[in-house]
């Protein structure tokens, strides 16, 4: 019988969850902060207090654009309808500009909706944003058309003003807001938690507010100053942190399996049940194809296990 590389018990001990964050998982956080704080990240980006978040819109099935918008609100700010959107994004937009990407969403929500939409980017990482230049424009021979969107670079954000306005929707984002002069990066660090874990929330949304925190605060600070400050008991009744941590436990589970295969039989056969694999999400039934993968004596009856 093959041995467990990995031990379930043992699969996460000391090892914490923001540790293994990747690209996508900001845009995941930001948007379940969107979905829980919309009022207050509203107001936020908007610089209006007379907000009201009236739905979310689903641009999900959009055959126009290829890729779903990030957050997109229908809104009354300032006693009129209008569509909110924002595009979250940790670094700048290489693949396509972000004023291309921009005029493509716009123009589909202006089709979509026939009413005025106010467009946002936020940047994460304090270097990203530079050279957004806010929109497209052009003119020639009576044509015409202006996109324009409103930047918003963290780093440039007033990160005091933010704490003092107690709109706990914003905390997870300050420490990559600027510190007051003067202030150590670390103590910066230390006034957002400590904001946090004084704000008036029941303890489920202030664990998500703390995991926001140490997920957005890696950006720019190590680890190890995040889980000092941050221990993990604070974050566990985080729903967020936990489907995080789900979803770490789903693909290691998955990669033990693999290698137990891969270690056994030929890796053409393993590589052929890798999709199969990879689409079930139930952990229970993950880990016991982890055990079966450990004790089967042919790729046959694997397969067969994995099918039924």
Request: aromatic share 8%; charged share 25%.
């Amino acid at each position: 019988m093959a041995l467990l590389k990995c031990p379930f018990n043992l699969i996460f001990s000391n090892y914490p969850v923001y540790n293994t964050i990747m690209a996508q998982d900001y845009d995941n956080i930001g948007k379940s902060l969107w979905t829980d704080h919309a009022v207050d990240l509203s107001r936020f980006v908007l610089g209006e207090d007379d907000v009201e978040v009236l739905e979310d819109l689903d641009t999900e099935q959009q055959t126009v654009i290829a890729r779903q918008t990030d957050i997109t609100k229908r809104i009354r700010v300032s006693g009129h309808e209008a569509i909110l959107h924002v595009e979250l994004q940790l670094r700048d937009s290489t693949r396509t500009p972000m004023w291309a990407r921009n005029a493509q969403y716009q123009g589909y929500l202006v089709g979509e909706h026939q009413m005025p939409v106010y467009s946002h980017v936020i940047y994460f990482h304090p270097n990203a944003g530079r050279n957004d230049p806010g929109g497209y424009t052009y003119s020639w021979n009576g044509y015409e058309h202006t996109n324009r969107y409103k930047v918003i670079r963290l780093i440039e954000i007033e990160g005091q003003a933010i704490l003092e306005r107690q709109a706990p929707g914003l905390l997870p984002f300050t420490p990559l807001m600027q510190p007051p002069a003067g202030m150590p990066p670390e103590r910066w660090v230390q006034e957002c938690v400590d904001a946090t874990r004084v704000t008036p929330v029941d303890q489920e949304i202030q664990a998500d507010l703390l995991y926001g925190i140490s997920v957005f605060g890696g950006i720019v600070y190590n680890a190890e100053l995040l889980e000092r400050l941050i221990p993990e008991e604070l974050m566990q009744e985080s729903k967020t942190y936990q489907r995080q941590l789900e979803r770490m436990r789903r693909e290691a589970t998955i990669e033990n399996t693999l290698e137990l295969l891969a270690d056994q039989f030929h890796p053409e056969a393993v590589r052929a049940l890798t999709p199969m694999l990879q689409n079930i999400e139930d952990l229970e039934r993950l880990k016991e194809l982890l055990l079966a993968a450990a004790r089967v004596s042919n790729i046959e009856t694997f397969t067969q296990k994995l099918i039924d």
